[in-house]
T-cell receptor
Framework: DAEITQSPRHKITETGRQVTLACHQT?????MFWYRQDLGHGLRLIHY???????NKGEVSDGYSVSRSNTEDLPLTLESAASSQTSVYFC???????????????FGPGTRLTVL | SQKIEQNSEALNIQEGKTATLTCNYT??????LQWYRQDPGRGPVFLLL?????KEKRKERLKVTFDTTLKQSLFHITASQPADSATYLC???????????FGQGTTLQVKP
């Protein structure tokens, strides 16, 4: 069955370190998204991609970067981790035609990141 | 600024009753609206999508309404069951931004 996976599921790191969270989907979806979820803020969009070599900034993109070298993967990198980036991170994908999330999004199980 | 509001207080209802959750938005003209369910420790799961030109959508025990004049969507679960207990998120997207904006979610607790 097609699925979307995230790794690691839990990560503890130190301030200033570079961290990469992996997201892999097997639906062959064009669109992929990264969100963070914090108490009091709900899900906030970090970065998104509508296809290979396409990346876009979301509402909370500072300190994060993504790259899309193939359809299946959209890794999220924290260039220099900060305590404010302690959160639960969700990756999602959708099969809408390139240009917008007009279909349902399928979410991964999440990565709980703690920055000490 | 654009804002989506869902009742932050948990909704507690008795099994068998209808649960009604509200999603209000301001400064936004969504082309469509989606509802998701999220269980603790898990990612959201899609439930329903309703477009701006649709007034109502149904799926089994679920019903969603969309009033673009009131800038409000209502999400109903009829004959609620304890298994319906979860957090429900509404999300809006406009065709010109192409991005999905989520509300904070409302936690529903169905008691047997």
């Amino acid at each position: 069955d097609a699925e979307i996976t995230q790794s690691p599921r839990h990560k503890i790191t130190e301030t200033g370190r570079q961290v990469t969270l992996a997201c892999h989907q097997t639906w062959n979806h064009n669109n992929m998204f990264w969100y963070r979820q914090d108490l009091g803020h709900g899900l906030r969009l970090i970065h998104y991609s509508y296809g290979v070599q396409d990346t876009n900034k979301g509402e909370v993109s500072d300190g994060y970067s993504v790259s899309r070298s193939n359809t299946e993967d959209l890794p999220l990198t924290l260039e220099s981790a900060a305590s404010s980036q302690t959160s639960v991170y969700f990756c999602a994908s959708s099969g809408a035609e390139s240009g917008g999330p007009y279909n349902e999004q399928f979410f991964g199980p999440g990565t709980r990141l703690t920055v000490l | 600024s654009q804002k989506i509001e869902q009742n932050s207080e948990a909704l507690n209802i008795q099994e068998g009753k209808t649960a009604t959750l509200t999603c209000n938005y301001t400064n936004y003209s969504p082309a469509y609206l989606q509802w998701y369910r999220q269980d603790p420790g898990r990612g959201p799961v899609f439930l329903l999508l309703i477009r701006e030109n649709e007034k109502e959508k149904r799926k089994e025990r679920l019903k969603v309404t969309f009033d673009t004049t009131l800038k409000q969507s209502l999400f109903h679960i009829t004959a609620s069951q304890p298994a319906d207990s979860a957090t429900y998120l509404c999300a809006l997207a406009s065709s010109n931004t192409g991005k999905l904006i989520f509300g904070q979610g409302t936690t529903l607790q169905v008691k047997p």
